[in-house]
């Protein structure tokens, strides 16, 4: 085969994986919500123009915690999370597959583990009730990992229109490694319609409403833990008290019958 034959076959080949790649087109309104526009270069290989619109996410601030401030620092890790989900492309999910495709033009402000991230991140800081909260790579000397996979976060069209976001967290000991809580967290949020302009502002309402509960439980979750820890090192220390004292008494008496 001749390098001309080889180079109409790769085209071809490359045409077909583009068109595999064709966005479906969920409604053509776009109201913009936390949104900035953008003009970006082609998507190499295909030829396409990148998003109109980059769409970012919100993160609540009136958080529910039943406990006092704690003097512990909490590393929020990167999620884990599906290569369908692993991208800054919005999902739309319809079928019980679940079948993703995707909104065009449009996508997250980065790839949607690092918005969530980001945003769980500023919502645990807005509770007030940790010493520190930071990403990995920023030095802070940490008790407590929080980690999450992104199980869902898309619109779906299957039976009635909804944002739905569901996360698994889990919470180690950052000095032992040892799992110390684990929970699921799901919300979902109708819309009217499966345009770009009724997803987003409900993603931003399930994702909020799973951001507020994860802090909640994070956050009660480290002042047990850390009443816990108080405890016992009180209860370490009154022994070495108590030893002490049991020294010091043998000690005295040794020396009472010396004399």
Not at 19 to 45: C, D, P, Q, Y
Not at 85 to 103: E, H, K, R
Not at 136 to 165: H, S
Not at 174 to 201: K, L, N, Q, W, Y
């Amino acid at each position: 085969m001749s390098d001309k034959d080889i180079g109409k076959r790769l085209g071809k080949m490359r045409v077909a994986y583009c068109r595999k790649l064709e966005l479906r087109v969920f409604g053509s309104t776009i109201k913009h919500i936390v949104v900035a526009t953008v003009l970006l270069s082609g998507l190499a290989g295909c030829g396409t123009s990148g998003p109109d619109a980059l769409y970012g996410l919100t993160a609540p601030s009136d958080i529910p915690v039943k406990v006092g401030a704690s003097d512990y620092q909490v590393l929020v890790a990167t999620p884990v999370a599906l290569q369908a989900l692993d991208t800054s492309n919005i999902a739309v999910t319809q079928g019980g597959g679940p079948v993703y495709s995707y909104f065009p033009k449009v996508a997250w402000t980065d790839t949607l583990p690092r918005v969530f991230q980001a945003k769980l991140v500023e919502t645990l800081e807005n509770t007030g009730k940790l010493r520190g909260v930071s990403q990995p790579g920023q030095g802070l000397l940490i008790d407590y990992q929080l980690q999450t996979t992104l199980r869902a976060f898309e619109l779906q069209v299957d039976g009635g229109d909804q944002a739905y976001v569901e996360v698994a967290a889990r919470i180690v000991d950052d000095r032992d490694g040892r799992s110390v809580g684990m929970h699921v967290f799901a919300a979902s949020v109708p819309t009217s319609g499966d345009s770009v302009s009724d997803a987003i502002p409900a993603l931003n309402a399930a994702s909020d409403n799973v951001l507020a509960q994860i802090a909640s439980w994070s956050i009660n979750t480290v002042g047990r833990l850390s009443r816990g820890r108080a405890a016992a090192q009180r209860a370490e220390l009154n022994q070495q008290q108590a030893t002490g004292n049991r020294q010091l008494a043998a000690a005295a008496g040794s020396g009472a019958k010396a004399n």
